[in-house]
């Protein structure tokens, strides 16, 4: 499909062409006709409006959740459950009416806005309704909770603004609840939700991106999902290596590597769906995939970090870190079934293409140094020399890449790591201010060089 930016661009060009008698007014005519530049401005006008109903929609939650926190003290309960549920259920069904019904366009954007305030009302019924019927609990769990049914009003409706905010209500009880989970003797039902959320969010939101056909939902949910089992799978990391596990070096391991992986073979095939009803997710799993890399090579390219590593020992595997190290066996299983369905994409014998062998190289030797440094020898200067030879191949192919397809953010991306990969190993290491201000001096030339360079050839690369 046509983007916006791609037609408001074209019609400037053929109004041009027009001007300069390139096209007579019949040829324009058919261009203004196949691309639609009548709608123009009225999408763009639309997409204003949505802005500001939204925006409206969430001052009046607020002013709602604010008038009856005013009040709370004065009605009886029997008065505030009423107004309660009463809010809520007058706020979603004048939405789902407008919304499912509209006789003219804003009654629909309309509708939307108040399927979105009426998700927020949903959030604070159940605060006040917990305190009105004193059920007192952390703040984790009212946001999961909260998600959740905003989730279920997302898959019931089809609609992707409350998909979207049911992602940022689970991500924020999963953020505030994780120091609750490892930290407090105190546990909650939810915990179980908390060790699985990797598991949870896959489930839960990729299918609902997918019905959505929404790439922001696809991007936000598999940042959850990476997000969470990173997160977990650290904990469970330095976990063992407390107790002293043998299994630490592997679950350390498996934390530099399953992410990357599943992110990287993923592809929309998987589910065999016609290309024409399946949206284009590839591109944003890969380039989450290569943005984890970057952060992990980066961080594991630094000498301090070698030097304050605990070390494994040969005890077993507690209890508590089983449900996580679940939700990393069937991900991984997914992962290596991914890396089987790639490799027969585009033929009837396994192969792949020259990127994908070297991103699977990368993430194998980021696994192998790290299971290697903890389990047969602590690798010091190597271990350090292998990330930072990883992170300088991966802003060499993120420009190299970028000059093929013509990409300013790949391009921009691979020469500022390049930059700050620089400045970094030069602040890290005892050297003089004359070579800082080299190094300095060589970085801000190499980039304005680079950057004008690009910018004058991109068209020219675009075309080749």
């Not at 994409?345 to 903890?374: E, F, K, P, Y």
């Amino acid at each position: 499909m046509v983007s916006e930016k791609f037609r408001h661009q074209l019609r400037q060009e053929v109004e041009q062409w027009q001007t300069e008698g390139l096209i007579d007014s019949l040829l324009y005519d058919r261009l203004a006709q196949r691309y639609q530049f009548n709608t123009l401005e009225s999408a763009a006008r639309n997409h204003f409006i949505l802005i500001l109903l939204g925006l409206g929609s969430i001052l009046l939650g607020l002013a709602v959740i604010t008038f009856v926190a005013a009040n709370w003290q004065i009605w009886t309960k029997e008065v505030k459950v009423v107004l309660l549920l009463s809010l809520f259920m007058g706020i979603n069904a004048a939405g789902f009416y407008l919304w499912r019904r509209p006789t003219e366009r804003w009654q629909s954007r309309a509708g939307q806005s108040l399927l979105l305030l009426g998700s927020l009302v949903l959030g604070a019924n159940l605060a006040l309704m917990s305190q009105l019927f004193h059920l007192s609990g952390p703040a984790y769990e009212l946001y999961l909770v909260w998600g959740i049914g905003v989730l279920a009003m997302a898959y019931s409706l089809r609609l992707t603004l409350l998909a979207v905010l049911a992602v940022i209500l689970v991500a924020l009880g999963y953020c505030s609840g994780f120091p609750n989970l490892y930290y407090s003797v105190d546990l909650s039902q939810l915990q179980p939700l908390l060790h699985h959320m990797p598991l949870f969010a896959s489930i839960a939101f990729i299918p609902l991106a997918y019905w959505c056909r929404s790439r922001w939902l696809f991007g936000m949910s598999a940042i959850l999902v990476v997000a969470s089992l990173e997160a977990n799978l650290l904990f469970v990391t330095f976990s063992l290596f407390d107790l002293s596990s043998g299994m630490a070096e592997i679950v350390a391991a498996l934390s530099c590597t399953l992410p990357p992986a599943l992110l990287w073979a993923y592809r929309d095939s998987i589910w065999e769906r016609s290309p024409e009803a399946t949206p284009r997710f590839d591109p944003i799993a890969k380039g989450i995939a290569l943005t984890f890399l970057c952060l992990l090579f980066y961080i594991l390219s630094f000498e301090w970090l070698w030097r304050n590593l605990p070390s494994p020992g040969f005890g077993e595997i507690p209890a508590e870190a089983l449900p996580i190290l679940l939700d990393a066996l069937i991900l991984g299983g997914f992962a290596l079934y991914s890396w089987w369905k790639l490799g027969y994409q585009r033929s009837s014998i396994w192969r792949i293409d020259l990127m994908t062998t070297v991103v699977g190289a990368m993430i194998l030797i980021a696994g192998s140094v790290v299971w290697l440094h903890w389990r047969i020898e602590p690798l010091g200067a190597i271990a350090i020399f292998v990330f930072n030879a990883l992170l300088f191949l991966l802003e060499v192919g993120l420009i190299r890449e970028a000059l093929g397809t013509a990409k300013r953010g790949g391009f921009w991306l691979g020469v500022l790591l390049m930059v700050l990969h620089l400045m970094s190993r030069m602040l890290e290491y005892d050297t003089g201010l004359l070579f800082k201000a080299i190094v300095l001096f060589f970085c801000g030339v190499c980039v304005i060089a680079a950057g004008l360079w690009f910018e004058r050839y991109v068209r020219v690369l675009a075309r080749t």
